[in-house]
């Protein structure tokens, strides 16, 4: 896992924010909220503890949309650039791969897997839904 600072922006660059600290995990998740929010057949994700979390400018430009309890996810009113999802459920915050460019991306998991729409044959393991640690079944798919 990952132990330093990163920043990341929204597209139009009004919301910026940073994560510090050491990531809960990174993988790709393939549900299909998730496909459907990053326009993407999987979405790469990077899992904080909320305090890890500062909203450096424009916090008053953050909307939210909850489609479900499970997810709040926060996007910048003025471009609806999307920025990260808050999961009450686990306690983590899950900030887009994609949002943070200096952070080395390394994948451990795929999660939601019985809901692709893209096999990726890569070798790491895949859970039909999430891990039993994560509040899932725990089940594995095969690649």
Same mark, same amino acid.
């Given at each position: ?5 990163? @920043?990341?922006?929204? +597209? *139009? ?11 809960? #995990? !990174? =993988? ?42 499970? @997810?709040?996810?926060? +996007? *910048? ?11 009450? #459920? !686990? =306690? ?52």
């Amino acid at each position: 896992m990952s132990n330093s600072t990163y @920043s990341g922006q929204c +597209f *139009c660059g009004t919301v910026k924010f940073r994560v510090s600290g050491t990531t809960e #995990g !990174m =993988g790709y998740c393939h549900c299909e909220s998730c496909r459907s929010w990053s326009a993407s057949p999987v979405n790469g994700f990077t899992l904080w503890n909320p305090e890890s979390l500062e909203i450096t400018e424009g916090e008053d430009q953050v909307g939210e949309y909850h489609k479900t309890e499970n @997810s709040h996810r926060k +996007f *910048c009113k003025k471009c609806g650039g999307h920025l990260m999802t808050y999961h009450p #459920g !686990m =306690g983590l915050v899950d900030v887009f791969s994609a949002m943070l460019p200096e952070l080395e991306f390394k994948p451990g998991l795929h999660v939601h897997y019985g809901e692709r729409t893209l096999s990726v044959p890569d070798g790491l393991p895949k859970f039909a839904d999430l891990p039993k640690e994560l509040g899932g079944s725990g089940a594995q798919l095969a690649e």
